[in-house]
């Protein structure tokens, strides 16, 4: 049996308001809505169809797959419908899947067919235009783009916002930003022009030509934050300081600018680690938005980075029940807070209340810290053993864990016997090796702390810190320096500025009796790291060259700063009697 119809509810939903899960601001920005149109309005608009076994079943067919992620499938058969009914929306729907499906050029046919369909849609027009512009089509895009803009240019606006999000994308970027240049010859006073050539100017290489265009953008459209916001992320990634002044500019010429482009600016001082100046920015913020979650996260954690446990806590607090989008993140804070306030049971409970997921590991470590620090050192190390149940968790990083945490309780003995256990079973992990390495060197024992740095090395070669480490055992141990020198000077060329391997040079350069070239390792390395190890090593070498008095100041520094090994005390010790009457 065959009837007329008009296509029931539910596939015009499928046919037209559904259809923003293609063209969406994800894929294009700033598209033109689709019509909404009444039951009566469509009755006149679209064309009457019989429906047909056929029709009916392939459009309730191709729906189906396509909401089981087989838009794919879909595509053909709805095209093949468009085709024989030539109706404007099932060739927009075949449109929509071939998209969806990453289909491009299957896409392009059915959008020909949408507009030769429905020629005076001009929502068919630009789809074609940008799916033509997505395939490299330039020229056939280009002519459909000066049609629109030539018979519809109050819509310039949204075209050259559209051509902003794809122009960029091009595989020609060059010829790119020559059609942009063509296409808004004409449109000098459009924001949205300006702000499409900035675009493709920036992905053909020329940023001089982008930020003149970002400025003209800025200064027609003072409330439009779009394309300073787009160039401050741009120079975010290469020249930070350069898009903090460029924002800082913008926000004196935009008193009406929105939170979100004035709260870039406290985040642009965080990445460059001005602390106080991004402290000082939030807290002008907040009167604008006293619960806004992120200003009072902001709020806390610089408050905690310098050291205002008490404000950091109150503010901290505040986001949490402002509900900040990563709440386990600032319980996790919070703990750290607590542990900072000499609150270990305060500590304990935020630590506690952190949930599976990103910071539950990190959390789990902190609670078998504060219970090994309360001399429960057995349950620390359980809890964090009971964490290999996890999926997908790193059993690397997790048995160094449980090892730290043994050496922070002195008990060096038992985070051996941890990385002999670990070792039994994966022997040929390079992390585990170069660990017990260092152990065993601290413990005294020499050939197998060289046996497992060599292994190590061998594992996982040409790393600066295996390389060094070898290097530094065995100038330290006076054996085999020639080889200390040649491992030491690979880590060197790989890291040049690494103070822990300039020191080491330095040390192996003291063994071999070329005292000035120590010296001159030894400064370069405590100037960049004025650590106590680095300290015993230069005040070693200032002794021996006879410049006592400095050697005492460079270890009296050393001292006063925290001398945990007590390697410095020892040195002095070792040297001071040579000299005394």
């Known amino acids: 049996m065959k009837i ?95 998209l969806s499906a990453g289909r491009t050029d299957e896409a392009i046919t059915a959008l020909t067919l949408w507009r030769k369909a429905a020629p005076t849609d001009r929502y068919a027009e630009q789809q074609l235009a940008l799916a033509l512009l997505r395939a490299g089509r330039m020229p056939e895009a280009v002519v459909l783009l000066e049609s629109q803009l030539a018979t519809r240019p109050q819509e310039a606006s949204s075209v050259f916002l559209l051509l902003a999000g794809v122009a960029g994308k091009q595989a020609n970027k060059a010829a790119s930003y020559r059609m942009l240049q063509g296409l808004a ?18 992905e053909a290489g020329n940023l001089e030509a982008a930020e003149r265009y970002i400025e003209t953008a800025a200064n027609l459209a003072p409330r439009w934050d779009v394309p300073v916001v787009w160039w401050v992320e741009r120079l975010r990634q290469t020249r ?42 939030f807290a002008v913020l907040k009167p604008l938005a006293p619960q806004h979650p992120e200003i009072l996260y ?5 408050a905690f980075e310098l050291k205002d446990y008490d404000i950091a806590q109150q503010e901290l607090e505040a986001a949490l029940s402002a509900g900040y989008r990563d709440a386990d993140f600032v319980r996790f804070i919070l703990g750290q807070v607590a542990e900072a306030r000499q609150r270990p049971d305060e500590a304990q409970t935020w630590y506690s209340q952190v949930g599976q997921g990103a910071q539950y590991v990190p959390a789990q470590g902190r609670l078998a810290a504060l219970e090994a620090k309360a001399g429960g050192l057995e349950a620390g190390l359980a809890r964090l053993a009971a964490l290999t149940t996890l999926k997908e968790v790193n059993r690397v990083p997790l048995l160094l864990a449980q090892v730290q945490l043994a050496k922070e309780q002195g008990n060096k003995q038992r985070a051996r016997a941890l990385l002999n256990q670990g070792l039994k079973t994966y022997p040929s992990t390079p992390e585990w090796r170069y660990e017990r390495g260092l152990l065993n060197d601290d413990l005294g024992d020499t050939e197998a702390a060289i046996a497992d740095l060599r292994l190590s090395l061998k594992l996982q070669p040409n790393t600066p810190q295996g390389l060094n480490a070898l290097g530094y055992v065995l100038a330290n141990h006076n054996r085999q320096l ?100």
Request: proline share 7%.
């Open 482 to 581: 020639p080889e200390a020198r040649r491992l030491v000077s690979r880590a060197l060329k790989l890291e040049p500025n690494n103070p822990m391997l300039l020191d080491s040079m330095g040390w192996v350069e003291f063994r071999q009796g070329q005292f000035n070239a120590a010296l001159g390792y030894l400064q370069r390395a405590y100037q960049l790291l004025p650590d106590a190890e680095i300290a015993a090593h230069l005040g070693e070498v200032l002794w021996v060259l006879g410049r006592q008095a400095e050697a005492l100041v460079v270890w009296d520094k050393a001292i006063e700063a925290g001398d945990a090994s007590g390697l410095v005390r020892r040195t002095q010790t070792r040297l001071q009697p040579a000299v005394q009457p």
């Open 298 to 302: 902001g709020l806390g954690v610089l």
């Open 185 to 202: 010859s004409g449109y000098a006073d459009v924001p949205e022009a300006r702000f499409a050539l900035a675009v493709a100017a920036a």
């Open 4 to 98: 007329r119809f008009f296509l029931p509810s539910v596939l015009v939903c499928s046919l037209s308001a559904c259809a923003t899960s293609v063209f969406s601001p994800e894929s294009s920005p700033a598209l033109l809505p689709s019509a909404t149109v009444s039951a009566a309005e469509a009755e006149n608009t679209y064309p009457r169809q019989v429906l047909t076994n056929e029709i009916l079943f392939g459009v309730l067919a191709s729906e189906i797959a396509a909401q089981r992620g087989g838009a794919a499938a879909a595509a053909p058969t709805t095209l093949s419908l468009a085709r024989l009914t030539g109706d404007p929306r099932l060739a927009r729907r075949a449109a929509e899947f071939a």
């Open 240 to 281: 930070p300081e350069a898009a903090l002044a460029f924002l800082q500019s913008q926000l004196a010429k935009r008193p009406h600018a929105s939170l979100e482009l004035k709260l870039t600016y406290p985040r642009l001082l965080v990445m460059l680690k001005q602390y106080a100046a991004a402290r000082e920015a």
